[in-house]
């Protein structure tokens, strides 16, 4: 789609039961959020899109820079609300109070944007009730250009008592050490990984005994190393609970030689596939790492998380080909939804694209802005 995108996607998927996702999987729609965003390379736009199926009414609210903004939902369209560049966390092995609370007295759907002029990404917020406590990070690692691989955590309970584990030194905390910090609520932590190449904070684990929400991350990565131009890249993680063992994926628009993925594992003994056969066997906290051009289906016997990445422009040989690098969480298949609500921003970005994937079943019910 060229343009500004801003539609609603419903799929008659009913049909396909192995797709349904389990009655204890989470969806990220919600009344409640507790966001933050982690540092670009600057930083000139932080902004929510906010979205709803029914009309609603709600609040962000940064307690710790006294900024509140209502906002009210209109279903099929997107709300934009745009916040202080302040609430953005550059400090390193800090706690901060740059938690960003959403609130609605009906589910709406938030995505988080962090824009600076070439280096942007975006990430879906997860509401309270889909948190957990155990995390285990994914980003990208240092490739002696930028080295600030990082994650950050924010805390939806006061008194809640987290437990890092890093896979690398950082200045006060030995790899492989754990630690603890204490966050209240809203309270939030970053850590960042300066280390040479290929330092990498992914695999880090984070454990806590209040739910808390955890973004994995760069501030400027290269993808893959010896390629340019570096992008900030963010996700919010999903708790190891719900990992999953089926995953599907279609390759960026525009883009020639293929994407990376990282696969990364919750349990040891691990055995992944792509496409039937088997790339690796991980144990806890290790990942695998690959370019895969083409339709993919990765499967796993035991749950993992799966990350999609663009490439630097100069990887396909084209400066026309109109990307660089973000990160994009694939959700398991067993966690489709029927219905999607989505959006770009207004200006900056054109054309935009969407990659839809559908059970065969399914494809002549696929509708968009009720068109099918």
């Known amino acids: 789609f060229e343009g500004p995108l801003s539609c609603t996607l419903r799929a008659a998927v009913q049909q396909a039961n192995a797709l349904a996702a389990p009655a204890s999987a989470q969806d990220s729609k919600g009344h409640d ?16 899109f906010i979205a709803g199926e029914t009309a609603a009414a709600g609040a962000v609210e940064i307690p710790g820079l006294s900024f509140t903004q209502a906002f009210a939902v209109t279903p099929g369209s997107v709300t934009t609300v745009d916040l202080p560049v302040a609430a953005q966390q550059q400090n390193s092995d800090i706690v901060e109070d740059l938690g960003i609370h959403v609130t609605a007295d009906a589910e709406v759907t938030v995505y988080g944007l962090n824009r600076q002029s070439t280096t942007t ?30 994650f950050g955590i924010v805390a939806s309970q ?20 754990p630690y603890t910090i204490r966050l209240n609520r809203g309270q939030t932590y970053l850590l960042r990984d300066q280390n040479a190449a290929p330092s990498d904070l992914s695999g880090s684990i984070i454990t806590s005994d209040r739910p808390v929400a955890v973004f994995g991350g760069h501030r400027c990565a290269n993808i893959p190393a010896g390629h340019t131009f570096c992008d900030h890249i963010v996700e919010q993680l999903t708790a190891t609970s719900q990992w999953g063992q089926s995953f599907l994926s279609m390759p ?28 690796a066997t991980l144990n806890r906290g290790e990942l695998h790492e690959q370019v895969i051009a083409g339709p993919a289906q990765i499967s796993a016997d035991k749950p993992v998380m799966v990350m999609q990445y663009s490439n630097g422009e100069q990887f396909d040989g084209d400066e026309d080909s109109n990307g660089d690098p973000f990160q994009m969480l694939i959700p398991p298949s067993e966690q489709y939804l029927p219905s ?26 696929v509708q968009i802005d009720g068109t099918a």
Do not use: C
């Open 121 to 150: 990404d975006a990430f879906l917020g997860l509401p309270v009730d889909a948190l957990g406590t155990e995390y285990i990070n994914l980003g990208y690692k240092n490739v002696d250009v930028i080295n600030a691989n990082q």
């Open 252 to 279: 960026l628009a525009t883009r020639l030689n293929g994407d990376t993925f990282r696969v990364l594992a919750a349990e040891d003994n691990t055995t992944v596939q792509v496409n039937g056969s088997t790339v």
């Open 158 to 177: 006061d008194a809640t008592t987290v437990t890092i584990t890093p896979t690398v030194a950082t200045p006060a905390h030995p790899a492989g050490t």
């Open 33 to 48: 959020f507790w966001l933050m965003f982690p540092g670009n390379l600057s930083g000139q736009e932080l902004k929510l």
């Open 340 to 365: 999607y609500t989505v959006s770009t921003p207004a200006d900056g970005f054109d054309p935009n694209f969407i990659n839809l994937i559908t059970p065969d079943s399914a494809v002549g019910s």
